[in-house]
Nanobody
Framework: QVQLVESGGGLVQPGGSLTLSCEAS????????VGWFRQAPGKEREGVAC????????YYPDSVKGRFTISTNNAKNTVYLQMSSLKPDDTAVYYC?????????????????????WGQGTQVTVSS
């Protein structure tokens, strides 16, 4: 049974930093793509980072490029999202997800429909 558990969310001031973790069980992340997504109230879910673990390639949308970094610790079967220079607009529930259908992809995609297993989400609030 595949399980993804996010942690690390919380309240942070604008300009601050936070690191989210996504620990997987029942599934080896090292050969698959993993994405981080967020959803704010009244808005659609959007991708903020993904990594094709087999290749190590990553992708970020312009909205977070230079501020967010995705990485993987294969020994811990955990993917991280380091967030810095946080803005109030970054406030959302953050989810990690894995594309278990395609192994050893060279590039990752940020469309939610590309991913089939999701965590429960962790709240990030950026406010003074």
């Amino acid at each position: 049974q595949v399980q993804l558990v996010e942690s690390g969310g919380g309240l942070v001031q604008p300009g601050g930093s936070l690191t989210l973790s996504c620990e997987a069980s029942g599934f080896p992340l090292e050969y698959y793509a993993v994405g981080w997504f967020r959803q704010a109230p009244g808005k659609e879910r959007e991708g903020v980072a993904c990594i094709a673990n087999n290749e190590g390639s990553t992708y970020y949308p312009d909205s977070v490029k230079g501020r967010f970094t995705i990485s993987t610790n294969n020994a811990k079967n955990t993917v991280y999202l380091q967030m810095s220079s946080l803005k109030p607009d970054d406030t959302a529930v953050y989810y990690c997800a894995v594309d278990s259908q395609r192994a050893r992809v060279r590039f990752c995609l940020l469309g939610p429909s590309e991913y089939d297993y999701w965590g429960q989400g962790t709240q990030v609030t950026v406010s003074s």
